[in-house]
């Protein structure tokens, strides 16, 4: 019997795709995700299906875009004993581990993972049964208390060993005790090696604050660019943060926040090396593996003046994706827009553990899932086609993007954007996200169809 190929799935928060060796970027020091994309699949226009943490991460467990799955916003989590890719496998025999973040915040912690270790489990108040809210209240934090603003977090960015930096070292420690134990276990002799394996190694950086260590600091510190485009967009949407109070910063802080941010994910690709250096130690060949890389979402860093992820620019709503199988797939890069939730049925084609049907899904709504391996293969004629080369995400139930080719459709329905509720952006032409060509008419014909689609979604403005 043939053994289905073991899984590796690497994940970082708050990555920024164009920070990374491979996508051109001559200053970051990537070369353990460098060798995966100058040996895997690189998906070069992979979209978050939402730029907060929660919702893009539980969209991407669940196949589901946000709505569909019913997870918009912060703090909301999927129903308990959801189908996540995690489960669909187990229930096919996987041992799935995830070693670090998931995110969850209801009482399912677990939500199809079979272990998981160094977690960062954590129940919301909303979640609590029976929670006696005018109790809690008594206990609010004071002034100056909780969550940074990002005015601060660019002030206070520079040399530190934080809690984020901890809690990746710890992730990674414990990665390495698992393969250990799952492939030889030296004491007992009881390996599991047996069965097959999805290992997610899930880590908190390049998330803020913006910490990393001296010598990373130094090195970038007067390396790094800082973005050209730093005029905020002349929309009530797209002009500002919705994290927080705007920033004011010189160049010299933003420059040390890049630097840290900067180091932060040069160390991300330190602890993956560690991990597949764990896989080879115990006599694995990654050849033989599948491995993932990829990321809840990106980072502004500065750029429109912004900071953080919430919004549907390219820096907060592109993401880095990498599909690793060498004895099935060449090196390929591929330029058609693709989206996180798309690996749920990524993972079930590579694996072959069929797909769930509609009642066993989420809400019982189906899958906005596709699978990738016929793009992985140079296929792209039925993605162009059936698929429209489209990729969408969904932001707080409020703001809506569709890509199709190289033109970017924004809706939002905010009561600040009744007069503005559109946006699009031909990306061929406008890079750098500063033009508004709602209004013109050489593109009347494709916003008539962005705006069927947005009908059809459900998103009326």
């Not at 909301?76 to 890719?85: A, G, I, K, N, R």
């Not at 990002?150 to 992730?171: L, P």
């Not at 090696?193 to 001296?214: G, N, W």
Request: hydrophobic residues 35%; charged residues 25%; aromatic residues 10%.
């Amino acid at each position: 019997m043939n053994k289905p190929p073991n899984i590796l799935f690497l994940m970082s928060d708050e990555h920024r795709a164009d920070v990374a060796g491979y996508e051109g970027n001559d200053v970051v020091r990537t070369p353990t995700l460098d060798w995966l994309a100058s040996t895997g699949c690189v998906f070069r226009n992979a979209y978050t299906p939402s730029p907060i943490c929660i919702p893009g991460r539980q969209a991407m467990m669940a196949g589901q875009l946000p709505r569909t799955c019913g997870c918009e916003r912060f703090g909301e989590d999927l129903p308990p004993f959801s189908m996540t890719f995690a489960k669909r496998l187990a229930q096919y025999a996987y041992r799935t581990v995830c070693c670090g973040k998931v995110h969850h915040s209801g009482p399912d912690q677990m939500q199809g993972w079979t272990n998981r270790l160094a977690p960062d489990a954590e129940l919301m108040d909303r979640y609590i049964d029976g929670l006696v809210e005018d109790e809690v209240a008594k206990y609010k934090p004071g002034p100056g208390i909780g969550k940074w603003t990002n005015q601060k977090e660019i002030e206070r960015a520079g040399v530190a060993h934080g809690r984020y930096q901890q809690f990746d070292e710890t992730v990674i420690g414990s990665a390495k005790m698992f393969i250990r134990r799952h492939f030889l276990d030296p004491e007992y002799d009881r390996p599991a090696h047996h069965r097959p394996l999805m290992l997610k190694v899930s880590l908190l950086q390049p998330h803020y604050p913006f910490f990393t260590d001296a010598d990373k600091f130094e090195y970038y510190l007067n390396r790094v660019p800082i973005f050209s485009n730093q005029e905020r967009f002349p929309h009530p949407a797209l002009s500002r943060t919705q994290c927080g109070p705007d920033v004011d910063a010189n160049e010299r802080d933003i420059r040390r926040a890049t630097a840290a941010y900067y180091g932060m994910v040069e160390t991300v690709d330190e602890h993956f090396r560690e991990a597949i250096e764990a896989l080879e130690h115990v006599g694995e060949d990654l050849d033989d593996w599948i491995v993932i890389y990829t990321t809840d979402h990106g980072d502004m860093l500065g750029e429109h003046g912004i900071w953080e992820k919430t919004q549907m620019f390219e820096a907060s709503v592109r993401v880095p994706l990498i599909v690793r199988w060498p004895r099935r797939f060449a090196p390929r890069v591929i330029e058609e827009n693709v989206n996180l939730c798309d690996l749920f049925a990524t993972i079930c084609d590579l694996t072959g553990v069929p797909l769930p049907g509609p009642a066993e899904t989420v809400n019982e709504a189906g899958l906005d899932s596709r699978s990738l391996v016929p793009l992985m293969s140079g296929q792209t004629e039925e993605w162009h086609g059936r698929c429209h080369n489209e990729t969408v995400s969904q932001c707080r139930g409020t703001d809506l993007m569709i890509k199709r080719d190289s033109l970017k459709y924004l809706c939002y329905k905010r009561p600040n954007c009744v007069e503005q509720p559109e946006v699009l952006f031909d990306l061929r032409l406008d890079p750098c996200e500063s033009r508004n060509v709602v209004d013109d008419p050489a593109y009347r014909a494709e916003l008539a169809t962005f705006r069927r689609r947005r009908e059809e979604l459900g998103w009326s403005p």
